[in-house]
């Protein structure tokens, strides 16, 4: 099987059944698509408003082509995808038709909102050259020192295979979430002491403050 690769910090793809996990547990390596603030995601350029919200589903899910985006003006895509929390991003699946239609590029950002088509000429975090996958199986492995802090990931759809239009089914996200605390700031203060046992030797008393 011939596999992707990726520029900007290096990476690639693998096959989703090489992964540790039994098949069984498959679906749940790939739901991040639950940390996702839907209402706050955007998809531009799409041809139908809203539908880029579609691609983001179950894993057991991905062969229901009744959900997908098509691009409009171009082959273009841009997804802007806010997170409830932080995320360690480690893996996307990208599923595409078995047509010119089928991305050939994607270029990630990370902790950008509302970001623009404008924006993209900015150097990514990082890019794969993408393989058609029909049954989203095909995983690209991201450079997780790059994205071990990601509450907003711009996901921009650059080039197909040649078609006018480009279309996306199925947007798998495999990773790690944990929650955001919006309210509260912890500062830690570490304060040294003497030890009265032995004065050379310093002891450091972290004390930690909410801020609400």
């Given at each position: ?89 480690k893996g996307i699946i990208i599923m595409g038709d078995d047509d010119d239609s ?82 509260e700031v912890t500062i830690c203060n570490y304060e040294a002491s003497a030890n ?17």
């Open positions: 099987m011939s596999h992707g690769h990726s520029h900007g910090g290096g990476g690639g793809c693998r096959c989703a059944a090489e992964h540790e996990e039994p098949p069984e547990q498959r679906g749940l390596a790939y739901g991040l698509y639950l940390r996702i603030d839907l209402e706050r995601l955007q998809c531009l350029n799409e041809s139908l408003e809203g539908s880029g919200r579609g691609v983001f589903k179950p894993w057991e899910e991905r062969a229901d082509r009744t959900k997908f985006v098509e691009s409009d003006a171009d082959e273009e895509l841009l997804f802007n995808i806010p997170f409830t929390g932080n995320v360690k991003l089928h991305p050939s590029e994607m270029r990630l950002f990370k902790n950008i909102p509302q970001m623009s088509f404008d924006d993209t000429d900015r150097e990514p975090d990082q890019t794969f050259s993408l393989n058609r996958d029909l049954t989203g199986e095909l995983e690209y492995a991201t450079k997780i020192s790059r994205f071990s802090n990601v509450y907003h990931l711009s996901i921009h759809i650059s080039k197909n295979f040649g078609a006018d239009t480009t279309k996306v089914f199925y947007i798998g996200l495999r990773g790690e979430w944990t929650e955001m605390r919006r309210h009265p046992a032995d004065h050379k030797v310093q002891q450091v008393t972290p004390q930690t403050h909410f801020i609400s």
